[in-house]
């Protein structure tokens, strides 16, 4: 059977020919959406210019000074646009030392728990002469999460932030449960198609 390309790699390809003995069988299921890849100032929280979230400029350059000459000229390039830019940036141990890397795009890196060296994510907005630097908010994670901004969020920071790391991302689970879960329960793929012909393709 056909699969969507968004829903069998090459690994995965690899391992199921690798393991023909098993009972393998392929649900009928759509392309995937695609992948988000603009939009991440739609998930910023809008703080006031003197929130304590806000790193200090001394902090902020600390942390500019921490990253490549690549990217330290990529934000700089940000921040001379008149309009404000939102990317966000880990920190990495690598052999130079402890490096600020940012992504180029406007997609959120792996929201990991809230310890560990690399756990945290963090949020510049650069634009109109200025750098600003934070870590992404709890609502922030949860709006990354598919989390409505009515569901309440009363946990510290940490704990918040734990929880909605390394979770499940609602309109995920919400897409299989449409087209996977739910036909299954309703028997809709009582038959389902075996994955592999008898020539083995």
Known sequence: MERPRGLLSARLRALLL??????????PLPDPPPPL?????????????DSPRWWSEAETQRHVAMM????????E?????????????????RSAGQRAEV???EIAGCLRTAVGGSGKQFLIRAGGGQIRMRAMTPREYARLQGV???YPIDAPDT?????????VCVPVIRWIAQHALNPLVA?????????????GG
């Open 18 to 27: 690798a393991n023909k003995d098993l009972r393998w069988f392929a649900l």
């Open 37 to 49: 890849r603009t939009g991440l100032s739609q998930i910023v929280e809008p703080l006031p210019e």
């Open 68 to 75: 490549s000459e690549s990217h330290r000229r990529y934000v």
């Open 77 to 93: 390039q940000l921040a001379r646009g008149s309009r404000f830019a939102y990317r966000t940036f880990y920190r990495r141990r």
């Open 103 to 105: 992504r180029r795009d």
């Open 148 to 150: 409505p901004d009515h």
């Open 159 to 167: 704990y918040a932030l734990t929880a909605f790391g390394d979770a």
């Open 187 to 199: 028997g809709a793929t009582a038959r389902p198609t075996t994955l592999f012909d008898d020539d």
